[in-house]
């Protein structure tokens, strides 16, 4: 073996130089990048820096077109998953791979289930192990039910719960807290300190620069596929890292402003859904961003969906304009001016295997109608002022979807209800998954639409986010409303302190 295949002993994995080509544009050119045996690395950058291509590229998912990979010294060809799972690596990937269909346990042994006497299933094992490690983690998961009937939150924790449990030497986590509430995220954060303490490596990705702070030893920015720097983090403050990030220095958010002399657009009162929502009743004024906290569970998500008419309600009324509402599926929502946002962008808001087109177009084709065909001619001016209007970083209207980063892709899926001219946006989770720029452009695009008077509904887990973005907010606790806050009196702790039980402020339904 010549001197160019061996790496340093100080580091478990090291990766020279990788560049990787797609159809004629360069993701990633001439990268560097190293993990230290026990240490927490952080890898930061905005959506399509080349993060996810180089974490594909090490985990096997995807070829290089040119550099080397050494791991524990040793120059290694990942040319599979399994071979790099085998060689120790586990990766969680910011968009889940579970099989929907089977339940945690199976998902968690897929692939490597346990047998007794080589050919039965040992599924009393299998379960045993499951509890063990979701206990550790403290989540409370229904391990005997499909995962595609658990939270976003809870089957992420399903993810979580399956790399552990392979012991691997290298563990990538891609966004792992983007759906997770402070107590998860607690809990994670002791895991992940309790593994580096027993000489594992975390390869830790977040658009949540407070989570690098706490936990990373030293991080490493990628900007439009090259390395910009790897830099100990207690020698950073957040502005730096921003910088190295985006390249510029951002500016501060508008913050909230009044609208209590608006007219009042969506009225709820008394709204119940079997098993999740009691009794909830608020206003939204034209022009309000009303941001919507709680703990993961708390139904904010359920709420939405009743709203929008994606979940039937059980009791209550719903009125828009001042005029009661059915609202029994999607369409009739639609119909009645409210457009909604999901929270899982990949499995309910997007049509991956359609272009950006489609998925700008699909609520409503008549405007690139020409008679009972499709004018291209009007495509191209539509979809191209979204484009532009929206700052949609993107090669055109024909590119797929799915190819786009995080935060274009939810541009794409706002650009689809603003051609719908809703006057209600309900938006769960806006910025989830989404780098810090992007963000910053979404809260822009939010700000814009409720000066311009759209109506928004905010639900967020970031109290960052909501305490910046509301001029009001309610709080939810197990399918309640806890309390209302204006967003001058509104902290973290108030918020957090309603959002776990705490003393209950009236709510009476209008602004």
């Known amino acids: 073996m010549n001197r160019d295949e061996t790496g340093s002993r100080d580091y478990l994995l090291e990766m020279r130089k990788i560049t990787k080509d797609f159809a004629g544009v360069r993701a990633l050119n001439q990268v560097d990048f190293c993990v230290r045996r026990g240490e927490v690395h952080a890898l930061v950058g905005e959506n399509g820096a080349g993060k996810s291509t180089l974490i594909k590229i090490l985990a096997g998912a995807l070829p290089r077109s040119s550099g080397q990979i050494l791991l524990r010294g040793v120059a290694t060809h990942l040319s599979n998953p399994l071979e790099a799972r085998e060689l120790g690596i586990a990766v969680i990937y910011q968009e889940l791979v579970l099989a929907p269909s089977l339940n945690a346990v199976e998902n968690i042994f897929l692939g490597r289930e346990s047998r007794r006497l ?209 609202l029994l599926r999607p369409l009739d929502g639609v119909n009645c001016g409210i457009g909604l946002v999901t929270e899982d962008r990949k499995d309910q808001g997007m049509l991956p295997l359609m272009n950006v087109a489609d998925n700008m177009l699909v609520s409503n084709y008549r405007p690139v109608q020409t008679g009972p065909f499709i004018s291209q001619k009007k495509t191209a001016a539509t979809c191209g002022g979204f484009i532009r209007d929206l700052d949609i970083r993107t090669s055109g209207w024909r590119q797929f979807v799915r190819n786009l980063s995080g935060g274009n892709q939810q541009k794409v899926i706002l650009a689809r209800w603003l051609n719908t001219n809703v006057n209600i946006l309900i938006f769960d989770e806006p910025t989830r998954g989404i780098d810090v720029a992007a963000k910053q452009q979404i809260h822009e695009l939010m700000r814009a639409l409720a000066r311009s008077g759209k109506s928004i509904l905010m639900i967020s887990s970031e109290l960052p986010e909501i305490l910046a973005m509301s001029d009001r907010i309610l709080v939810m606790h197990e399918g309640r409303l806890r309390g209302e806050l204006a967003s001058v009196e509104a902290t973290e702790e108030k918020i957090l302190h309603l959002a776990t039980g705490g003393g209950k402020v009236e709510v009476k339904g209008t602004a």
Request: glycine share 8%.
């Open 118 to 326: 080589r050919v039965f299933l040992d599924r009393r094992r299998m379960t045993e192990e499951t509890h063990r490690i979701l206990e550790e983690l403290g989540a409370r998961v229904d391990i005997t039910v499909p995962v595609l009937r658990l939270t976003v939150a809870q089957r992420q924790m399903v993810e979580i719960a399956k790399a552990l449990l392979l012991n691997a030497e290298l563990i990538v986590m891609d966004e792992p807290s983007a759906v997770l509430t402070s107590a998860d995220l607690e809990r994670l954060f002791s895991m992940i300190r309790s593994l580096k303490a027993k000489g594992a490596s975390i390869l830790y990705i977040s658009h949540r620069l407070e989570e690098v702070f706490d936990l990373a030893d030293r991080v490493t920015v990628l900007r439009d596929g090259k390395l910009i720097g790897t830099e100990p983090v207690d020698q950073l403050n957040r502005a730096d890292l921003i910088r190295m990030m985006v390249g510029r220095d951002l500016e501060p958010t508008q913050r909230a402003t009044s609208v209590a002399d608006k007219e009042v657009l969506l009225e709820v009162r008394g709204l119940c859904t079997e098993g999740c929502l009691k009794d909830i009743s608020f206003s939204l004024r034209q022009g309000e961003i009303l941001g919507i906290a709680g703990l993961v569970g708390a139904g904010r998500t359920e709420l939405a969906r009743a709203i929008f008419g994606a979940d039937r309600r059980s009791s209550g009324e719903i009125l828009v304009n001042g005029k009661r509402t059915r």
